[in-house]
């Protein structure tokens, strides 16, 4: 502005490309000006002041013609595609690109330091191909863990657990038998056991669809049994069991540029009480060995 240091660096930044704060060719280029140019003149320069012209170049609104992919091994195409914000037949805006690029990264499936943009230009038809390049990076996730307790109850226990998760299951793979190639699908499958012998033992199963129908709405499901128990002085098992499933859907919501989201839960648990803890009353007694049911809801929003 007027009365300002003049900065020619921090001016070119402005103009050009500033990543944190905006600039005036993103303000264009968000708008599919593509061919837009902006350049500063310095027309007259006296007394140590200096005036600036900004000459602008708009240029035709580019139209994006094909997008294309590339490097993607492992994930399936469509998986990559519904995460895009750049589809064909659209006006080309930089921050869509942007943002695609860091939906890409946010999967988890690709290096991101490898990931680029490549974008091809026609000035004649003002028709520009936008190719995104990603490399495959595993994060499928295996657990092995054993550890000693020597403060347990029955002398010195073993704890062990044993647990995978993949994070980009194919669920259609597998069920058609072809168990090698399970993924690219971009679900997420997670199967987990730890045990401490008779003392404790807890299982788990959970399986996610990000994209359920193919809509940007999630569904999953899980189920789990966990036990707890003791001897007595007279060495009786007192014990604790809890098994139980839920079902989980998500939908992502319009609001702050999809950034929100709902999540439901219906779940169920099956409670076995055999004389291990003691739960008071409301009338003054205690309960200590019985079988429950509960059912609950949870509504969360994210």
């Not at 659209?90 to 860091?102: A, C």
């Not at 347990?152 to 995978?164: K, Q, R």
Request: net charge negative.
């Amino acid at each position: 502005k007027p009365g300002d240091p003049y900065r020619p660096a921090f001016l070119d930044k402005k103009l050009h490309f500033d990543p944190e704060e905006g600039d005036l060719s993103g303000l264009y280029m968000d708008n599919g000006h593509l061919f837009f140019k902006a350049e500063a003149i310095v027309t007259s320069l006296r007394d140590h002041t200096v005036d600036i012209e900004i000459q602008l170049q708009e240029g035709p609104i580019a139209i994006i013609s094909e997008v294309k992919i590339t490097g993607n091994e492992r994930t399936h195409e469509h998986v990559i595609r519904r995460e895009l914000r750049t589809q064909p037949g659209e006006p080309f805006s930089r921050e869509e690109v942007l943002r695609s690029q860091r939906a890409l990264i946010n999967l988890g499936y690709f290096k991101p330091e490898s990931m680029g943009i490549r974008t091809e230009v026609d000035p004649e038809s003002g028709m520009v191909a936008i190719t995104y390049e990603v490399e495959e990076d595993r994060n499928d996730k295996f657990e092995l863990a054993a550890s000693l307790n020597p403060g347990s109850d029955n002398g010195v226990g073993l704890v062990g657990t044993l647990g995978f998760t993949f994070n980009n299951f194919s669920l259609r793979q597998l069920l058609t038998g072809n168990w090698r190639s399970a993924h690219g699908d971009g679900q997420q499958l997670s199967i987990r056991a730890q045990s401490s012998g008779l003392g404790f033992q807890a299982y788990n199963l959970s399986f996610l669809e990000p994209w359920f129908q193919g809509k940007p709405r999630s569904l999953g499901f899980s189920v789990f049994h966990q036990r707890f128990a003791e001897q007595d002085s007279l060495e009786n098992w007192e014990t604790l069991s809890v098994t139980g499933a839920n079902l989980r859907l998500g939908q992502r919501l319009p609001w702050g540029n999809g950034g929100w989201t709902l999540n439901s839960e219906l779940g169920y648990q099956y409670i076995r009480l055999d004389n291990l803890l003691s739960i008071d009353l409301d009338d003054g007694t205690a309960l200590s060995t019985g079988q429950f049911n509960n059912f609950y809801t949870q509504l969360k929003l994210a």
